[in-house]
């Protein structure tokens, strides 16, 4: 009998961690609830890193100002961002529509924070 109570107490556990996973309403979309960090690559390309890991590349319709202390989301359905119209990027007082975002690898990442470091490099020049 305590073997079942415990085995079915652990499917239970099983079921609300699975119950708490989103699921994405497309691939490309990103939880914009999870954003742990942005990094400026380009006036209108930017990096996101969310809390559990995975990295993003947001494409922006236009130039925005790099994000000195807060970034916020607006437009978001349920809190994904899916690059649909009304859906931006909020930094400061500009508020900056997104095109496009991409998912990446770690790879893609790095390749991007690269393409920064060279950019920065060949303006110091």
């Known amino acids: 009998m305590k073997r079942t109570a415990l085995a079915t107490l652990g499917l239970l556990a099983m079921h609300g961690a699975a119950a708490e996973q989103r699921t994405p309403p497309q691939a490309h979309c990103m939880d914009a609830r999870q954003i742990g960090g942005a ?31 807060q970034l916020s989301v607006r437009g978001t359905r349920d809190g994904w961002l899916c690059a649909e119209p009304g ?39």
């Open 87 to 125: 859906e931006s990027l909020v930094i400061g007082d500009a508020q900056c529509p997104i095109s496009t975002i991409t998912p990446l690898d770690t790879r893609g990442y790095a390749d991007l924070l690269r393409q920064r470091a060279l950019r920065r490099q060949a303006l110091a020049r």
């Open 39 to 69: 990094e400026a690559i380009s006036p209108d390309t930017f990096a996101l890193r969310l809390k559990d890991g995975k990295r993003f590349r947001i494409e922006l319709t236009q130039g925005c100002p790099a994000p000195e202390s």
